[in-house]
């Protein structure tokens, strides 16, 4: 019941990100959505499999996985929106196209 509702959850967020995406013109507003999605359904989905297979030694596997994931995806992000800054990308306001 937890793991479907997790996966439930999972779905939820994917398909809202997927919206703002689409929804937001500014290329950092659609890379701040898309870290959004990818950090918060990741680490859903990893819950819903450590609740799945129980406390074990696989689930302890899961746990590492989900604090790099923690870590990595919002420095990645970070990266890569700082590096389009440097290039000279320029941040535009959401009304104009």
């Known amino acids: 019941m937890i793991v479907s509702g997790l996966l439930i959850l ?3 967020y994917i398909l809202f990100g997927i ?3 689409f929804r937001f013109s500014n290329m950092y507003s659609r890379l701040l959505t898309s870290s959004k999605i990818d950090t918060v359904a990741s680490i859903t989905i ?3 499999l450590i609740f799945y297979n129980g406390f074990s030694v696989f689930s302890l596997r899961l746990f590492l996985i989900l604090i790099f994931v923690i870590i990595t995806c919002p420095i990645s992000n970070h990266v890569i929106a700082r590096s389009a800054y440097l290039n000279g990308i320029i941040i535009e306001k959401e009304g104009k196209k």
């Open 10 to 12: 999972s779905w939820i």
């Open 46 to 48: 990893l819950l819903a």
């Open 19 to 21: 919206v703002g995406i």
